[in-house]
């Protein structure tokens, strides 16, 4: 699983020019799966998620994390975190799970932060969707469940 995290101040997502899912003062996270992931590592991929420590606390230092801050998430399904570009000009996505695997594992990703109450907007999966950001920060990172040992 990996995954791009931005701190907004806020985040949307459409399609065909509609918003469908949008987020304040929050998380926007562009997530993919790959073949080997499981509920497992979804699982501990939030729990990382929820308590990184990215948000500035009364003296500007980042030792808040999104459950401090009350904060929304806005996650959209991103498969091409996966691209392998090695070869040739052209990304192969033969790396990234099968779409059945990948639209369970990102429900299930959604379905652990609604259960820990927090509020989550969603992308369409394998719509080709616009998203727009007010990075805050900005601040960005990447995540890879096999480079955190899960």
């Given at each position: 699983?990996?995954?791009v995290i931005q701190r ?64 929304e998430l806005l996650v959209?399904s991103q498969f091409t ?70």
């Amino acid at each position: 699983m990996r995954a791009v995290i931005q701190r907004v101040k806020e985040a949307q997502v459409s399609v065909d020019q509609q918003v469908i899912g949008s987020c304040q003062h929050g998380l926007l996270i562009l997530l993919g799966i790959g073949p080997h992931d499981t509920d497992e590592v979804v699982q501990r991929f939030w729990h990382k998620i929820r308590n990184l420590r990215i948000f500035e606390d009364d003296q500007g230092k980042t030792n808040l994390s999104l459950a401090n801050v009350e904060g929304e998430l806005l996650v959209v399904s991103q498969f091409t975190l996966y691209a392998n570009c090695r070869k040739g000009n052209r990304p192969s996505f033969i790396d990234a799970a099968q779409p059945e695997l990948a639209n369970m594992l990102y429900e299930h990703f959604c379905e652990a932060a609604e259960q820990d109450g927090f509020t989550v907007g969603r992308g369409s999966f394998g719509a080709n969707m616009s998203v727009s950001l007010i990075n805050d920060g900005p601040f960005t990172i990447w995540l890879d469940s096999a480079e955190l040992g899960m």
